[in-house]
T-cell receptor
Framework: DAGVIQSPRHEVTEMGQEVTLRCKPI?????LFWYRQTMMRGLELLIY????????DSGMPEDRFSAKMPNASFSTLKIQPSEPRDSAVYFC?????????????FGSGTRLTVV | SQQGEEDPQALSIQEGENATMNCSYK?????LQWYRQNSGRGLVHLIL?????REKHSGRLRVTLDTSKKSSSLLITASRAADTASYFC???????????FGAGTRLFVKA
């Protein structure tokens, strides 16, 4: 397995533009997590899915953020409109079982810069 | 505030020395995990210890868990320059599915 695949690796966009981040989890994993990492706030859990269904989105900062998982092999995190304070590294992670019994596998992240 | 808090925030040691990092948490947990993050990369799972376990080993890693003190430690023995990275503890709260990460310890191993 190629691991969790995220795209793009880097994204630079102008304030107000829509940004879509993509994630392909490991085949067979039933949980998918989206995290955001900044120097100031560390790693924050934004939302997680179980069997493609959003379970907890309490970490999503604002209505500008939305996430979908249309099937077991694909998820998106969308920011519309984007703002400079959204600049961060966004990670997707997947696991077999929600309690991380075998650990979580992280993607390499998408570094988002909003100018 | 963070569920898991690592201590120290930064640690600099010589190659060959042991490195010890600590993690404290606030609520009852199902398990506690340690991750490594190299600069500019994603997190890599190192080891998981369940709430009913007290110690676990994996290669040069030793993890302890004291649920009465709500704390864990990660020991890296005979450190190498390649161990230079940030190390995070992550807790899975009892009855929940969220994994909450601490702020991390930045380890620098000098060759």
């Amino acid at each position: 397995d190629a691991g969790v695949i995220q795209s793009p690796r880097h994204e630079v966009t102008e304030m107000g533009q829509e940004v879509t981040l993509r994630c392909k989890p490991i085949s067979g994993h039933d949980y998918l997590f989206w995290y955001r990492q900044t120097m100031m706030r560390g790693l924050e859990l934004l939302i997680y899915f179980n069997n493609n269904v959003p379970i907890d989105d309490s970490g999503m900062p604002e209505d500008r953020f939305s996430a979908k998982m249309p099937n077991a092999s694909f998820s998106t995190l969308k920011i519309q409109p984007s703002e400079p304070r959204d600049s961060a590294v966004y990670f997707c992670a997947s696991s077999l079982g929600g309690q991380g019994r075998d650990g979580y596998t992280f993607g390499s992240g998408t570094r988002l810069t909003v100018v | 505030s963070q569920q898991g808090e690592e201590d120290p925030q930064a640690l600099s040691i010589q190659e060959g020395e042991n490195a010890t990092m600590n993690c404290s948490y606030k609520t009852s947990i199902n398990n506690l995990q340690w991750y490594r993050q190299n600069s500019g990369r994603g997190l890599v799972h190192l080891i998981l210890i369940r709430s009913n376990e007290r110690e676990k080993h994996s290669g040069r890693l030793r993890v302890t868990l004291d649920t009465s003190k709500k704390s864990s430690s990660l020991l890296i023995t005979a450190s190498r320059a390649a161990d230079t990275a940030s190390y995070f503890c992550a807790t899975v709260i009892t009855g929940g599915f969220k994994t909450i990460f601490g702020a991390g310890t930045r380890l620098f191993v000098k060759a």
